[in-house]
Every structure is written in structure tokens, then in C-alpha cells.
């Protein structure tokens, strides 16, 4: 979404590069470029006055006049300003003392209420929670069917004794001629809490109605239900693409209802989607989480920092490696680390639990637009079908369970049948075979200490091709069987201690014998805020 606010801002930043000097000239003009670009964005005009005022009375000051490198120094500045305007610090969902906690979700009609009903459910489940949804929309069409249909998908039960609007059209508020009782939500929703204490969930998630627009009607029913359940959480979710209308609605629900935080939906449209940098700073209320997806594990807790780093190209290492813990099973990945050690042959059956937690891991674009510098590879991104994991899989799920172990002996006919039995072609197969045979050499290479320069390795970029270094000579073996006993141990050794690294270096355990200064002496204040807690102090 903030893909052309990304490409401005790095546009910008492009020209401070190898300025040893920054003149008032270079930060005014660098400054009119972030203004047009915030405001290109559908960032409200009052964050945006905000926001450039606070970095010129920095930019303007001894912080960057003394820096020694200028242009960083306001790279600097502008990310931990745009951290402030996202809301500074992460905020973690408040939980009552006593259970259950009841959160509210509010918001207009279509921002996603119900579906993000289903993946916060979802996520409490996979925290260890206990949820239950409680259906108090009964005005929208159908939306008691879609919120059982989602908290089924979610693995989470859903309290609904009214079915609410089935006639395909909207209910009429008041009470005069033409009215359409479908139930009343203020007691649904409480019957809620009272269902939840009974049945012990330790979550009520209450999903209330909207309309396309904001009026008395859905204020007061809003009021009406948060006097009745008295909500620990009151989630405001904003659609992210509504333009300029995200702030004058938070403003609306924050004056009419009032609400305890901000949750971004559909972050993962093309549209400008600068408003929604607004919402936090307009309202004073902090976002918690984003939605990116339509499945129920697109939902992830929101961190300004993050946020502001992704929009300026930095990426956002601590969420990918998040993900990958999640993901990843630590069995396998000690057996993995066994047989990088043992230099076993890496299996077809390795890759496809390989493959399988990637996947697990969500939407493979997404995982690479967190890597640093990305965004400068975005139609290389964008031409990367996803799909290709889906043939691969095929192919090696056509092998036999001889052939995945076997690689190499997969002569002609089998190599037929495989592509047969995948729908590919004879050569996919063959590209698929030499693919992984070079990944099988790049492992034992690894293993044996050795990396991706190491000289003799045909194909890689910048390598010229020259005499090869020649061979040392080998030390003539002592007479002395005491000395020659030393020294073959002394030989184990070292190459025992060169494993040890290399593996340290492909799966993050220390490096070096025991003892020797590896993960366990890094100094966290000279790693970037956040990576204390995966030193496992």
C-alpha cells in the first residue's frame, strides 16, 4: 500500500548521498520533496505541517551540521519522526484481570469487522486464549452466516441466537412504519458475556453493526452496547483505502462512541493509503494491529517502528524472523543441523519440510519486501509467480521415496514418468535435478567451512576465470607414533572446529570451540533496537 510513498521518500533520500555538507538549500529542498510526497499520500494536511516542522528544527540544528555523515543523519530524523506519527511505541492489547476480557469491534459498513473478528479470534487461539465471537450485527445481510463461516475457518466457536437480516436487504432504524425487527443486538451481546462465563472462554470478541456511512442511528446502537458490556477493548477498525475519510470517520466514532485503539484493514490494497499514517496522531488512540490478507493468519500486531521502516526501505527483519519461528519446527531443525555437520546429502524429503514451512510462513512476496532494500527490486517481485512452489512440489511428490533420497539416479524414463505425473515438461525436471545438485554442493561446501567465494566454483558473478592456486604441500608424516598420534588429533580438530563454525554461520549457533567468543559475548547495544530477545537473555 505505501509502495509509491516507499519510492518518493527513497527518491528523495537518494540525493543526500556523499554530501560531506548539507546546506539550508539541500534541506529545504529535500523537505518541499517529503511535503509533496506526504500529501500525495492522502497524509492529512495537519500531520503532515506536523511532521515537516519537527524534522526542519531538527535537520536546521547541530544534529546534522555536526554529523559526520549529513545525509544519514537525516535519513535518521525522519524515520524516528515518522515512528512518533505512527504512534511511537508498540502497544500490546490490554486483558482484563479477571476474565473474560471483552473487546468491541466498531467501525463502518465493509471496513472488515467480521473477518477481523475471526483473525483476531484466531490469533488469541494460537496465544493460548480461549475466544468465543458473539454475533450482534443482525442489521447487515447475512452477516450472522459470514461470521459463523469465518470462526469456523478460525477454529473459534460463535455465540448466535438471532440469524439476524436473511431477506437480502438492509434493516430500517427507528420504530415508525416500514421498521424491521431482527433481533436486538444490546442483548445479544450481553447474553454473549453471560454464555462465555458460563462455557469459561477466558475472550469475547462482540462484532457489531455498520453502516456505509456515519450516522445517529449507529452511534447510539454502539453506545447502547458498550454501556451494556462494558468492553476492556473498543478496536476501531478503518479500512486503509477510504482515502481522506479515514480521519474525518475516526474522528466521528472517536467523539460519538470513543474507542480504545485502531485496527488497519486491507493493508495489503494499491491505494494511497496515506490516511491511515494520519489516524494515530489525529486521534491520540494507538493502532494495534493490521490486517494484510483475506486468510486468517493475515493479521500481525502492529509496531510503528517497523511500519517506518518498511515505508523507507530499511526492512523489517525482527517480523521475518518472527514468522520463521513460527513456522519452522525446532526438531527439524536440529536435524537439519545434524546432518549439516555429519555433511549428509540433503534429501528431496529435506526440501519438501522445507518448503512446507516457508509456506507456513504466509505470502512469499510479502517476506521479501521485508529484506533491506527491496523495494528497488519491486518488478522483479511483482514477476515472481508463486505458483512456481506449487509445480515444484508436484515434481518431487511424483518421485518415488528411492528417487527422493537418490537424486542422482534418476535416469530418462524415470525422469518421464515424473514429468508425467506432475503435468511438466521433461526439462523442468532436468532444471529441477541440476538445481538441487548444486544446492547439495553448496551445503557440503558450507559444511566443510568454505562459502559462496570460494575459488574453483564456476558461475558466480564477478568471478574471472585464472590459474588455479596450487595445492600445499603436505607436512611428511613424523616417525614418532606419540607425535604422529598428536598430530592427526591436532588435524581432527581443526577440521571439527571448521564445522562448528560453518554451522553456526547457516543456523545462528555460536561459532567457535567452546569457550571462544561467539552469540553468547555480543554486546546487544550495538544491535539494532528489539534483537535483545533473540539472544535468549
Same mark, same amino acid.
Given at each position: 500500500m505505501f509502495n509509491n510513498l516507499s519510492d518518493r521518500l527513497t527518491a528523495t533520500f537518494r540525493n543526500l548521498r556523499g554530501k560531506g555538507?548539507?546546506? /539550508?538549500?539541500? @534541506?529545504?529542498?529535500?523537505?518541499?520533496?517529503?511535503?509533496? !510526497?506526504?500529501?500525495?499520500?492522502?497524509? !492529512?494536511?495537519?500531520?503532515?505541517?506536523?511532521?515537516?516542522?519537527? @524534522?526542519?528544527?531538527?535537520?536546521?540544528? !547541530? /544534529?546534522?551540521?555536526?554529523?559526520l555523515n549529513p545525509g544519514q543523519q537525516v535519513v535518521?530524523?525522519?524515520?524516528? /519522526?515518522?515512528?512518533? @506519527?505512527?504512534g511511537g511505541q508498540t502497544r500490546a492489547l490490554h486483558l482484563a484481570k479477571n476474565p473474560p476480557t471483552v473487546i468491541m469491534l466498531a467501525g463502518l459498513q465493509g471496513s472488515g469487522k467480521t473477518t477481523l473478528a475471526g483473525?483476531?479470534?484466531?490469533?488469541?487461539?494460537?496465544?493460548?486464549?480461549? $475466544?468465543? *465471537?458473539?454475533?450482534?450485527?443482525?442489521?447487515?445481510?447475512?452477516?450472522?452466516?459470514q461470521l459463523e463461516v469465518v470462526g469456523q475457518r478460525a477454529g473459534v466457536?460463535?455465540?448466535?441466537?438471532?440469524?439476524?437480516?436473511?431477506?437480502g436487504h438492509d434493516a430500517v432504524g427507528g420504530t415508525g412504519e416500514g421498521t424491521r425487527s431482527y433481533g436486538d443486538p444490546v442483548k445479544v451481546a450481553d447474553d454473549g458475556i453471560q454464555h462465555a462465563i458460563a462455557r469459561q472462554h477466558d475472550v469475547v470478541i462482540v462484532d457489531t453493526a455498520g453502516r456505509l456511512a456515519?450516522? !445517529?442511528? *449507529?452511534?447510539?446502537?454502539?453506545?447502547? @452496547?458498550?454501556?451494556?458490556?462494558?468492553?476492556?477493548?473498543?478496536?476501531?477498525?478503518i479500512d486503509a483505502m477510504i482515502g481522506q475519510a479515514a480521519v474525518e470517520t475516526a474522528v466521528a466514532f472517536q467523539n460519538g462512541v470513543g474507542f480504545t485503539g485502531v485496527v488497519l484493514s486491507k493493508l495489503d490494497g494499491d491505494a494511497r493509503g496515506g490516511a491511515a499514517l494520519s489516524i494515530a496522531h489525529v486521534t491520540g488512540r494507538p493502532i494495534l494491529f493490521s490486517s494484510i490478507g483475506e486468510g486468517v493468519k493475515d493479521f500481525e500486531v502492529f509496531h510503528p517502528d517497523r511500519m517506518a521502516s518498511r515505508i523507507l526501505d530499511m526492512g523489517d527483519v525482527l517480523t521475518l524472523i518472527e514468522q520463521a519461528e513460527r513456522a519452522f519446527d525446532k526438531q527439524h531443525a536440529d536435524e537439519m543441523a545434524r546432518k549439516f555437520l555429519a555433511e549428509e546429502d540433503f534429501t528431496f524429503d529435506d526440501f519438501l519440510e522445507q518448503m512446507a514451512a516457508i509456506k507456513r510462513m504466509g505470502n512469499f512476496k510479502s517476506m521479501l519486501g521485508m529484506l533491506?532494500?527491496?523495494?528497488? +527490486?519491486?518488478?522483479q517481485l511483482d514477476a515472481f509467480d508463486e505458483r512456481e512452489f506449487d509445480r515444484v512440489e508436484a515434481m518431487v511428490r511424483s518421485m518415488t521415496p528411492f528417487e527422493r533420497t537418490h537424486p542422482k539416479l534418476i535416469n530418462g524414463s524415470r525422469r518421464q514418468r515424473i514429468a508425467r505425473g506432475s503435468g511438466m515438461q521433461?526439462?523442468?525436471?532436468?532444471?529441477?535435478? /541440476?538445481?538441487?545438485?548444486?544446492?547439495?554442493? +553448496?551445503?557440503?561446501?558450507?559444511?566443510?567451512?568454505?562459502? $559462496?567465494g570460494i575459488p574453483g566454483m564456476p558461475g558466480m558473478p564477478g568471478m574471472r576465470k585464472g590459474k588455479a592456486a596450487?595445492?600445499?604441500?603436505?607436512?611428511?608424516?613424523?616417525?614418532n607414533p606419540a607425535k604422529r598420534a598428536a598430530e592427526e588429533k591436532a588435524l581432527s580438530d581443526r577440521a571439527t572446529t571448521s564445522r562448528q563454525e560453518a554451522a553456526g554461520r547457516a543456523f545462528g549457533m555460536p561459532s567457535g570451540p567452546v569457550g571462544a567468543p561467539g552469540a553468547a559475548d555480543l554486546d546487544p547495544s550495538q544491535l539494532p533496537p528489539g534483537f535483545e530477545k533473540f539472544l535468549g537473555r
Amino acid at each position: 500500500m505505501f509502495n509509491n510513498l516507499s519510492d518518493r521518500l527513497t527518491a528523495t533520500f537518494r540525493n543526500l548521498r556523499g554530501k560531506g555538507r548539507l546546506t /539550508e538549500h539541500d @534541506i529545504n529542498a529535500t523537505l518541499r520533496d517529503i511535503r509533496l !510526497a506526504l500529501l500525495d499520500a492522502d497524509v !492529512a494536511l495537519p500531520v503532515v505541517k506536523a511532521f515537516v516542522a519537527a @524534522i526542519r528544527e531538527r535537520a536546521l540544528g !547541530a /544534529e546534522v551540521s555536526q554529523a559526520l555523515n549529513p545525509g544519514q543523519q537525516v535519513v535518521k530524523i525522519v524515520n524516528e /519522526e515518522l515512528v512518533g @506519527i505512527l504512534g511511537g511505541q508498540t502497544r500490546a492489547l490490554h486483558l482484563a484481570k479477571n476474565p473474560p476480557t471483552v473487546i468491541m469491534l466498531a467501525g463502518l459498513q465493509g471496513s472488515g469487522k467480521t473477518t477481523l473478528a475471526g483473525k483476531l479470534g484466531y490469533w488469541l487461539r494460537e496465544q493460548g486464549h480461549t $475466544p468465543i *465471537l458473539v454475533a450482534a450485527d443482525l442489521q447487515r445481510p447475512n452477516a450472522v452466516t459470514q461470521l459463523e463461516v469465518v470462526g469456523q475457518r478460525a477454529g473459534v466457536p460463535v455465540y448466535a441466537p438471532e440469524r439476524g437480516n436473511v431477506a437480502g436487504h438492509d434493516a430500517v432504524g427507528g420504530t415508525g412504519e416500514g421498521t424491521r425487527s431482527y433481533g436486538d443486538p444490546v442483548k445479544v451481546a450481553d447474553d454473549g458475556i453471560q454464555h462465555a462465563i458460563a462455557r469459561q472462554h477466558d475472550v469475547v470478541i462482540v462484532d457489531t453493526a455498520g453502516r456505509l456511512a456515519v450516522d !445517529a442511528d *449507529l452511534m447510539q446502537q454502539a453506545k447502547d @452496547i458498550r454501556a451494556a458490556i462494558r468492553p476492556d477493548e473498543v478496536l476501531f477498525v478503518i479500512d486503509a483505502m477510504i482515502g481522506q475519510a479515514a480521519v474525518e470517520t475516526a474522528v466521528a466514532f472517536q467523539n460519538g462512541v470513543g474507542f480504545t485503539g485502531v485496527v488497519l484493514s486491507k493493508l495489503d490494497g494499491d491505494a494511497r493509503g496515506g490516511a491511515a499514517l494520519s489516524i494515530a496522531h489525529v486521534t491520540g488512540r494507538p493502532i494495534l494491529f493490521s490486517s494484510i490478507g483475506e486468510g486468517v493468519k493475515d493479521f500481525e500486531v502492529f509496531h510503528p517502528d517497523r511500519m517506518a521502516s518498511r515505508i523507507l526501505d530499511m526492512g523489517d527483519v525482527l517480523t521475518l524472523i518472527e514468522q520463521a519461528e513460527r513456522a519452522f519446527d525446532k526438531q527439524h531443525a536440529d536435524e537439519m543441523a545434524r546432518k549439516f555437520l555429519a555433511e549428509e546429502d540433503f534429501t528431496f524429503d529435506d526440501f519438501l519440510e522445507q518448503m512446507a514451512a516457508i509456506k507456513r510462513m504466509g505470502n512469499f512476496k510479502s517476506m521479501l519486501g521485508m529484506l533491506p532494500g527491496m523495494q528497488q +527490486m519491486r518488478a522483479q517481485l511483482d514477476a515472481f509467480d508463486e505458483r512456481e512452489f506449487d509445480r515444484v512440489e508436484a515434481m518431487v511428490r511424483s518421485m518415488t521415496p528411492f528417487e527422493r533420497t537418490h537424486p542422482k539416479l534418476i535416469n530418462g524414463s524415470r525422469r518421464q514418468r515424473i514429468a508425467r505425473g506432475s503435468g511438466m515438461q521433461v526439462t523442468d525436471v532436468n532444471q529441477l535435478l /541440476e538445481r538441487f545438485g548444486q544446492a547439495q554442493k +553448496m551445503m557440503k561446501s558450507l559444511a566443510r567451512g568454505g562459502g $559462496p567465494g570460494i575459488p574453483g566454483m564456476p558461475g558466480m558473478p564477478g568471478m574471472r576465470k585464472g590459474k588455479a592456486a596450487p595445492a600445499p604441500r603436505r607436512k611428511a608424516k613424523s616417525g614418532n607414533p606419540a607425535k604422529r598420534a598428536a598430530e592427526e588429533k591436532a588435524l581432527s580438530d581443526r577440521a571439527t572446529t571448521s564445522r562448528q563454525e560453518a554451522a553456526g554461520r547457516a543456523f545462528g549457533m555460536p561459532s567457535g570451540p567452546v569457550g571462544a567468543p561467539g552469540a553468547a559475548d555480543l554486546d546487544p547495544s550495538q544491535l539494532p533496537p528489539g534483537f535483545e530477545k533473540f539472544l535468549g537473555r
